[in-house]
């Protein structure tokens, strides 16, 4: 008896218009007894994916990190196995998991790939796949419009940056963790359990979804040219090294602000300071190319 799958999918990710039905035909070609569920409303994940408990095995949700969010934050509790279509911007989940952005090859792990069992983060009763993050990237998440992201991809990212870096305000935020407390002045905070976030930016060179911790970085920069200089070193991971950057590894963090600030969760904003974080192991079983390594 093939495998029975519902596919979600978000219309409105960068490619879920035009790339949905083929997915879908290419997923029954490989076997799979799928049900689609099209839709461009998170919020009606429990609805459908408890529509089908019981007679479905996986789920695969075609679109962005906005998107699997949405999804994680029911598949944990239904305890439902994920193939992932890459069909959004970035696609930081697919990228740290070594899925293919070619839909065919995408397609064949999302019916026959390797099981991999990774962590997740988990802020203010939240789940995030790979990174939750304020300051910066919030303002460039509120400023990034669909149009943008469509067009121009993960380089509709570094667009916006360009915009939002001269008007970045630094903020005041106390970060605790099991071994110290640190007082910050800070652009950004990004609190990592993958490897990538944003545009393809790394959070740790050596960071992993599966180590059960989380990689916090701090840009403490005092001007907004600084953060120019830092470019090559957040795409590579190498930022901990710099002065104008502190990085901690933790199981757990709790950040407060002087005021409250929202929070981006895999790139749609869902969650305020004071914000609780930890690492929440193996949480979720996913579906990956055999053999690949993060």
Known sequence: MPSRALFLVNPC?????????RAAGLLRDLGLDLVVEPTDDPSRFPELIGRHLGTIDRVIVGGGDGTLNAAVQVLVQAKLLLGIIPLGTANNLARTLGIPFDLEAACAVSAGGARRRIDLGWVNDRYFCTTASLGLSVQITEELS??????????????????????????????????????????????????????????AEDAAIDDARLDLYSLEVGHWWELLKLAPSLKRGTHGTRREVQALRATAFVVRTRR???????????????????????????????????
């Open 146 to 203: 669909p149009g943008a992201k469509r067009l121009w991809g993960p380089i509709a990212y570094v667009l916006t940056a360009f915009r939002v870096i001269r008007r970045a305000h630094p903020i005041h935020a106390v970060v605790e963790w099991e071994s110290g407390t640190r007082h910050s002045r800070t652009v950004q905070i990004v609190v990592g359990n993958g490897r990538y976030y944003g545009a393809a930016l790394a959070v």
């Open 260 to 294: 409250r600030v929202p929070i981006d969760l895999d790139g749609e904003l869902g969650a305020e300071t004071p914000a609780r974080f930890r690492v929440v192991p193996r949480a979720l079983e996913v579906l990956v190319p055999a053999k690949t390594e993060e």
């Open 13 to 21: 990710a960068r490619d879920g218009a035009e790339k949905s039905d």
